[in-house]
């Protein structure tokens, strides 16, 4: 048995080695493609010719036989080719715009003089569900400002499941936001839902915010990211994390990279019931190693129950979250969305203590 | 002795008045709960509160101390919240614009001489997964139409999730679309992704089709049912049942309803990896119990995989399904997207004749 | 502007003898993993090792700059890293016990004078969830007996959720389902639960059920496979198709396979609600293709509702099950579990005649 | 919209004032109940009338049409009819035997002098996934013992998912176990994966562990609660909540109570496959909600991958679990099995540092 470690290791080695052969082969076949691309524009040929592309698959597939079966050798020719048209348009891919490069530290939005991903400071995004009243954000936003939190938030364009619910207050429930905001010197952080909402709230806001809901609307995406304001966007609540990343790419492509991405873990979908969704505590270590955004979590919207908010918060920042998104109401027993999971001030304060964020 | 039969008949008709009475109290029950419905649904109040079931369940077992032990009380009361939340989500009433009435037989579909929803002819929804040329669709076309398909799909604006793919052809696909298919006599039926796009594409189509990931998408679902056009609606891969029954009230709110709605069901997201998704068969012959429009379903996007197309085009139609949604291409190995799950004409038309449907 | 076409040619012969470069090379990746995947199974260890990927992927990158962006070389070897991965779990293999050969055609069982695993003749076993009484034996077993159907199931060891539950009648159950088959002339299948009921339970019936809870329990299947009878195996409900080959493979290795395997699909735990699992009907074709056995579906159990059955008893059908599990009762209403999806004799007969099974 | 509140909280107590009503009859049903079966054991009449019960259902059916359908009634009167039966045959349940009291404090385990379950002192339960030889065992011991862990955990008996996959040790690897645990004054813990292990095992351990497989084994978990040994008892990757706290039933009615329980969260099965699981982080405050068992999570299982373990661990601790069980190799690149998951000793001492526990 003793030799077993030692045979590993050989033939670990030996795959490295033919990783390396493989990646070289690659890398030479791309050299000739930009010499073909070269040749191709200088005479006007057509980039793309699918019957070559069709008969290569062919004449691998024969030559594959013993050796692979045909999906196989298709599923492993397929990105080859996709790369070497690529390269052939001129549109070769690189990384990750959002990926975190070689040695990049933590990146550190800072926002009306709040800041979000410095290191063992959470920053904390807080605020009803709906914008309901100017009275009920006036209390809110006092509030939140006595106790040293930055980010107000509310939702006035809410995204429901049946047409027949309160679909928020629309572009007067942004500007209620707005003015509570400023009153307090806070940041104010409000979601949108449709690409033609962008002209008028952008300017009234501090941070978009995409839903999980919206996470795959790429026209959502694009035009949020064109406004370069900060955005946060929520994973959906069935997206793999490559899926997530990718929804940010398409903010980071179309401008937000200047402005600022933050990606908030809210919950996937299982099939435990006990809660609304399952918190997916390991996105947030993972995220992290994969990009050098801020990444928060909405523990509200996570659980769907008030009593776990304290000990799914705790989790998120001790699994490495640069802060929190709270829904904090005034009156959460008369709250018109997700009476729930939303804290009362006083309940908000004690999570806030026992977090030992903020002042209290 | 003499006596026993006759208290055992005392108490078997007591305890008879006393399934009565509860029986009473439960319908007494449901009709609160009916009014609730109602005030959440004008308010946007979510419809399910586990904290407050929670209290309930602890008041309960609080004032039965003494009569009946904890896990009795949650048992009886268990199915009593269950369908009392049923009630309110709407899943056991029959106020859905979109629900079956009692009696309703299922609606039929008829556009451009093609049928939807006619029992024991299935409905074969057809053609590439994106636009790529005139030549593409003009083979697809012909071939489709001489094997008596009715419909023509193809995708123009394509979501896709990365922002470096092929995006589609936009709206020059979907006149190469319109063209092709009124050069041999078929509907055609193209996705739209943006709200924007409606103005401009609507005119130029049969059915509008609104895929997984726009399920939620709710601007985009207001603004299609605002056409008056048939939409054909696919099911988010994280949607419950009822989740995508209230999509497509969305539809109905707004103006499909005249126009027709199209359920399809796609597949669904699990721990499952042989396949890209789950079929939900059973989602099939649920949602032909609780509407009566026309549902169909993609197989080829379910499985992600060529070789499961046939027995699953066979088991949706087996359950129910009014027709399929295919992806055919005239050259599957070249086409830009999903090739590993397009057949070729003669594959479709394999297919065709093992599911004895169309001409072949 | 001559040359164009021969340095054209050249450059296309020299990127196909790259392709074939690529090929061997994976090709010769491949034999390394077999041979990985031998001393990985003799010494028990995990096939995925996700960490030594992930800087697999970390050395290429490095290796790479300069020729290949971190996407590029990523998307690349994804796909040799899988199929290489499939090879090592043997899913590209063909050396399970129980995988089909080249060429080989569906296994038949033939047991007490029924068979099961003949195309276009689906077997049904059918009968109570639980073994409650001789009567109720009897008249389920007369019953089934004059519709033609060969398979009499009874539950005497019923593994249940609560302790406090109705654990089933034991030995004395599995004795009043011997007898009432034989009286009928029918095969008997009950389940165990435990590798001390084999000694005792065994000779008392023609094919031993494995449940969904207990796939995996490994001592259990050893012990059934060593008596050489028959077992009907079903999937765990988050089990993954390779992990219930996997689970076959013991019966197998243990003996069973002289006496036959059947793999039974009975739904997967999904985050849909309006069904207790989801019948996963690709995994169906899927089993088929990997093995010879015959795949039967329990309905019954997969949807937990007695209005899908025949939808769900269909589809299965279709897309290519060799057979059936059902419950039938004689007085459903009155079963002491799983009363909710019981047939009653008169629905059964009505399913038969639907399914086109049977003599009725 | 200020009346919403008003009539909300009025129909919020009409339902509760209901539910109470609902349970005085039920109550007095059950009282009638103990009256009918005091008179059928006086006149020795069987006490379970499975007609009387249907005919019950029908009369049911019929009286509340209008009111409820079938399905509900019949889901309704259900667990009323069990209790009263279960009354009648005189097994009336109570609450759950591992449920947490009114007011009752955590349980605390005391073993060799180690403890589970004392608040602020997180008990830690290491060691290798397998063991593999008396060296292994040595090294590890004497660095636990070093660092102040007093639970050395070790696999004899492995539950593997490929028949062919090293099946663990067995008898001599408890031995060795022991042995290593008593020369350095630790507790052993081993997983049983069969009943008829438990006479040799369970005297040579301190705590029997079941793993997630065999969560459902309920043979194994029948004996191993007779053993009278502390049990510590993971959750099956797709078991809710309450299935795992019944499985935790059959260990306290056959007897684990007087021994101690230990519930183990490590992970779901869910669609996301960067890790291997999902670590279900909101199970933790909701099992100590419902029991005052200790709560304990083994994030090297969860997760999968080295990498993860710090993140999950303090996420895990912050989230209220009482413990973590970690895998320690001493050279972990040439462990048997999971080598991608077992920490080297001085990883392992590097995250009790970030933990803050232990001596490091």
């Known amino acids: 048995m003793s030799d077993v470690p030692n045979r590993m290791q050989e033939l670990r080695q030996a795959l490295s080695d033919l990783n390396r052969e493989i990646l070289d082969l690659v890398g030479r076949r791309i050299a000739l493609v930009d010499e073909m691309r070269a040749l191709k524009l200088a005479n006007g040929l057509p980039m793309y010719d699918p019957v070559r592309e069709s008969r290569m698959f062919e004449a691998l597939v024969e030559q594959g036989q013993g050796i692979l ?29 959002i990926g975190r490069r070689p040695g990049e530290s933590d990146r550190v939005l800072n926002i009306k003089g709040g800041t979000i991903g410095v290191p063992g400071s959470p920053a904390v995004i807080a605020g009803p569900c709906a914008v309901e009243s100017e009275e009920q954000l006036e209390r809110t936003a006092a509030a939140l400002a006595g106790m040293g939190i930055r980010f ?42 449709d690409p033609r909402q962008l002209e008028d709230v952008a300017p009234l806001t501090d941070i978009l915010q995409i839903g999980a809901r919206n ?16 955005v946060l966007l929520k ?63 909405d523990v509200s919207h996570a659980a ?57």
């Open 152 to 193: 107000l938030r509310g939702g006035a364009f809410k995204p429901r499941t049946s047409p027949d619910a309160f679909q928020g207050l629309g572009i007067d429930g942004v500007k209620m936001l707005r003015a509570a905001a400023d009153r307090h010197g806070l940041a104010a952080v409000t979601e949108v839902t």
């Open 304 to 360: 769907g129950r008030r009593d776990l908010i304290a000990p799914l918060a705790k989790a998120a920042l001790a699994a490495g979250a640069s802060g929190l998104m709270l829904e904090v109401h005034p009156c959460p027993e008369a709250a018109l969305s997700d009476a729930s999971q939303q804290l009362s001030i006083q309940e908000f304060q004690q999570l806030l203590r026992e977090l030992n964020v903020g002042v209290f």
């Open 215 to 230: 996470m795959a609307n790429y026209a959502l995406l694009q035009e949020a990211g064109r406004t370069g304001k900060p």
């Open 235 to 297: 994973r959906a609540f069935a997206a793999t994390i490559d899926e997530f990343l990718l929804a940010a790419e398409y903010l980071a492509k179309y401008g937000s990279s200047d402005g600022g991405i933050i990606l908030c873990e809210r919950g996937i979908r299982t099939f435990e019931r006990e809660t609304r969704f399952t918190l997916d505590v390991s996105a947030i270590p993972i995220l992290r190693q994969k990009t050098a955004l801020p990444v928060i979590a």
């Open 69 to 97: 079966g045909e999906a196989e050798i298709r599923s492993v020719f397929r990105p080859i080719f996709e790369i070497s048209l690529a390269h052939m348009e001129g549109r070769a891919s690189g990384d990750l715009r």
